[in-house]
């Protein structure tokens, strides 16, 4: 799969922007500040429907206009797939395939099999176990639609359980007959979830150990552990036990909503006790595991886009992670650095064909 062409029209800080692009390796580079990252998020839109770094759609709109429009052709399975992202002010967000509006986002997931790796990524260590949990969902909702839908279903079960709990607080009243429906339902869609998130974690965390051992020569010891509740016991069983607390709190203190990651080094938490350098490594053998586990579900290239991933590594592991993408196993590669030189001498010893973008 590639991206051909890109079309940016009043997109962040664009006006109006063509590219066409290389099969292969194609890099963007200038100061902070002058648009690098906007492409590479302009083409994460295009794939999912959202910016990957703001979440408010109507910010993604240059300042002083009513409306952005992304445009990119796509080559796809020996076919040409034109898809179009566009937002005015005041209406719902369009995503067209070929001239043809999609009815629901859900239906364009997984149809432009795509990894970013980006500073941003960060988060995953340093924020709490929601950003974590939304990463082990998206990689497995890229290629399961099911799981998508469920988990949707889960979450609306989840927001009227946590409205009828504030309700018997509110009202100095309970029933236990309604709680027992949503408890039936949420354990219901907890377990197809669960059960779907630790066979992926079983697939994924090899891949995960392989291509950190390729990034840091194999010198440090590093792990991921599922951590949740359900591991011990049935969902239903747990909201049974934490019916009292539940009514407490006013929420719903357990389930899968509730799950986390582990990020370990050495058999400790890489957020106090990984240096900048083991921290950074972590995160882009974790999304090129993400990348590796997509390939094998989708069946073919991911793009890759890598933002400004080479600062804060030393000469060694910036060697290692050329010689990965180097290998046949990678696609279309988009980078962005703030180091044009750096980067030209990084893509020639990658002995693949590049186009250099100067902003």
Do not use: W
């Not at 290692?320 to 980067?343: P, Y």
């Amino acid at each position: 799969m590639f991206l051909n062409r890109l079309s940016l029209l009043n997109y962040k800080n664009f006006d109006s922007k063509d590219f066409d692009f290389d099969r292969k390796i194609n890099c963007f580079v200038g100061a902070n500040g002058i648009g690098k990252t906007t492409i590479l998020d302009a083409i994460y839109h295009l794939s999912f429907g959202k910016s990957y770094f703001n979440p408010i759609a109507t910010q993604n709109i240059r300042h002083g206009e009513d409306f952005f429009v992304v445009d990119g052709e796509f080559e796809k399975d020996e076919r040409v797939e034109k898809i179009v992202c566009s937002l005015k002010k005041g209406s719902k967000k369009i995503i067209k395939r070929n001239g043809k509006v999609y009815d629901r986002l859900l239906d364009h997931i997984g149809f432009l099999p795509l990894v970013i790796i980006s500073p941003a990524d960060r988060d995953l260590i340093v924020e709490g176990s929601d950003t974590r949990r939304k990463f082990i969902d998206g990689v497995i909702a890229q290629q399961d639609k099911q799981y998508l839908q469920d988990l949707i279903k889960y979450n609306k079960i989840l927001a009227q359980r946590n409205s009828l709990l504030k309700y018997f607080n509110l009202n100095q009243t309970f029933d236990p007959t309604t709680l027992a429906v949503y408890n039936e339902q949420l354990a219901e869609y907890g377990a197809l979830l669960f059960e779907k998130r630790v066979a992926f974690l079983d697939s994924f965390i090899p891949i995960f150990r392989e291509q950190y051992g390729h990034i840091s020569g194999g010198k440090e010891q590093i792990d991921l552990k599922y951590e949740s509740k359900l591991l011990a016991d049935k969902l239903l069983s747990l909201l049974e036990k934490n019916i009292d607390r539940d009514r407490v709190l006013q929420y719903t203190s357990v389930g899968i909503h509730k799950d986390d990651l582990g990020f370990e080094i050495e058999g400790h938490p890489i957020k106090k006790f990984g240096s900048q350098g083991q921290q950074k490594s972590f995160l882009i053998a974790l999304k090129l595991a993400q990348f590796q586990f997509i390939k094998q579900q989708a069946k073919t290239n991911p793009i890759l886009l890598l933002d400004d991933i080479f600062d804060k590594l030393d000469e060694n592991r910036v060697a290692q992670i050329v010689a990965l993408v180097n290998s046949e196993n990678f696609g279309q590669i988009f980078i962005s650095d703030t180091h044009a030189e750096r980067t030209e001498s990084i893509v020639k010893n990658i002995h693949q064909s590049y186009k250099l973008f100067k902003l």
